[in-house]
């Protein structure tokens, strides 16, 4: 009898630790050194995964970029550094982006009535938590329902813009999921006033961000119908003071795209227009018929037509698609070309040992 009871004492001590052990919580430290084995057994690409969260590309955008025009932007960054760059600009744009325009675009457009559209807006305010009278209150179900895809669009920024696959390094482009999107133009010009006035921090990764009002196929007539409607759209803007004759200039950025990677092109004309004086031509024959009273500066022009070739992936039939925008005197630099202003000045860059 003695001999079981010291054995049940022994396996009663031998337990109780144990039991306390598992009543405790674990310490920061124990915390730390779990996380840390945690990640040591994760393979690369699940740590980095869990570091930064990228979009994933669109491969259904360079056909869909064939039916129709897309607006967006093109960003240009350091070469081997597009995943930054692309973690970056996305955390830009979604601060100006403001999805909250989608939801007020899609009630102006599906309300027949006055009333449904005051109504639609009514509840849009008080899904923020405030009502139109301006009293805070908490929003109810009855105040969302039918406003499932608006709060999707308030939710879920990330769907807003699209991550298109480039054959080029250094080269982000982002557009538009749909079709009623912000003015790129607007949204660049106030990322450029918040950098210069420092509300805004200095981007690392990237470089340029140039706005895309619409894309076309490299061709003349499409090409001629969109420039047209987009000068014309500028010139009729009360904002925009023009001087009389209008000072414009043409630029034309191909991004290393040769006639030797063009060789399956059959279209002749998509071929001619790959010529730079070819499209300069173009362009400012289209500027002068929507604007007769207009001539060419490249020193101090007051508005600029940029022609971006994109230089995309897997589009079919070996069409090529051009990114089209008119800017302002601004948004624009003459030296040493017509192109997007910097994010920083070239000076400031070096001093910080960036390459722009």
């Known amino acids: 009898m003695a001999g079981e009871k010291e054995e049940s004492q022994k396996v009663e001590e031998e337990l109780k630790p144990e039991n306390e052990n598992e009543d405790e919580e674990p310490t920061v430290e124990e915390e730390l050194k779990e996380k840390q084995s945690d990640s040591k057994r994760m393979k690369p690409w699940e740590q980095h995964a869990a570091v930064i969260n990228l979009p994933r590309f669109d491969y259904n955008a360079p056909s869909a970029l064939l039916q129709r025009s897309y607006s967006g932007f093109l960003v240009t960054c350091s070469i081997k550094r597009e995943k930054s760059a692309t973690k970056e600009v996305m955390s830009i744009l979604d601060k100006y982006i403001g999805s909250y325009n989608y939801a007020n675009t899609e009630c102006l457009e599906s309300s027949d009535a006055s009333q449904s559209t005051k109504r639609r807006k009514t509840q849009i305010d008080e899904i923020g938590g405030i009502s139109a009278e301006g009293m805070e209150r908490k929003s109810t179900s009855e105040d969302t329902d039918g406003l499932s895809g608006n709060m999707d669009s308030i939710e879920e920024k990330g769907s807003v813009l699209s991550l298109v696959k480039l054959t080029r390094s250094g080269l ?8 009623n999107s912000p003015d790129p133009v607007a949204i660049v010009s106030n990322i450029f006033q918040c950098v210069e006035s420092g509300s805004l921090r200095s981007p690392l990764w990237c470089h340029r961000i140039f706005p895309i ?13 969109v420039v047209s409607k987009l000068v014309l759209q500028f010139v009729n803007d009360k904002q925009n003071k023009l001087a009389h004759p209008t000072k414009f200039a043409v630029g034309y950025n191909r991004r290393g795209i040769e006639e030797t990677q063009t060789k399956h092109v059959k279209d002749s004309n998509m071929c001619s227009l790959l010529d730079r004086n070819k499209c300069f031509e173009i362009v400012a024959s289209v500027v002068k018929e929507a604007v007769p009273d ?7 022009p007051e508005l600029s037509i940029l022609v971006e070739l994109l230089p995309l992936s897997r589009v079919p039939n070996g069409s090529l698609l051009a990114a089209v925008s008119v800017l ?29």
């Not at 207009?294 to 101090?300: A, G, I, N, P, T």
């Open 213 to 225: 009002q619409a894309t076309c196929l490299l061709d003349e007539k499409e090409l001629r119908t």
């Open 172 to 179: 982000l482009l982002l557009t538009f999921a749909r079709e």
């Open 294 to 300: 207009s001539s060419v500066d490249l020193k101090s």
């Open 328 to 356: 302002p005197q601004n948004l624009v630099s003459v030296k040493p070309r017509l192109c997007i202003k910097p994010l920083v000045p070239d000076g400031k860059a070096k001093n910080e040992g960036v390459r722009r």
